[in-house]
């Protein structure tokens, strides 16, 4: 964790907690943090892509069924 931080969690934690903030102020700036690597990592950086998985037999199983509604 870089410093600022941390100095930054402990003023931003003191000012909205009080003597508790010390502890807490840190931990939810690093926490957040966190969650948002997390956010970019999995929908911003990577664009996962889609493989459809075409079968011959889904392909007669679809074929059967619109024939049927026409019958």
């Known amino acids: 964790m ?3 931080i941390t ?3 402990v003023i931003i934690g003191v000012s909205l907690f009080g003597f508790v903030g010390l502890i807490f ?3 939810l ?3 957040f943090i966190v969650l948002i690597r ?3 990592n999995e929908y911003l950086v990577k664009k996962r892509e889609v493989k459809v998985v075409k079968s011959h037999h889904s392909k007669e199983k679809v074929m059967k ?3 049927s509604l026409y019958l």
């Open 38 to 40: 997390i956010y970019s």
């Open 25 to 27: 102020g840190p931990l």
């Open 7 to 9: 100095i930054f969690g």
């Open 29 to 31: 700036i690093s926490l």
């Open 2 to 4: 870089h410093p600022l």
């Open 65 to 67: 069924k619109a024939s």
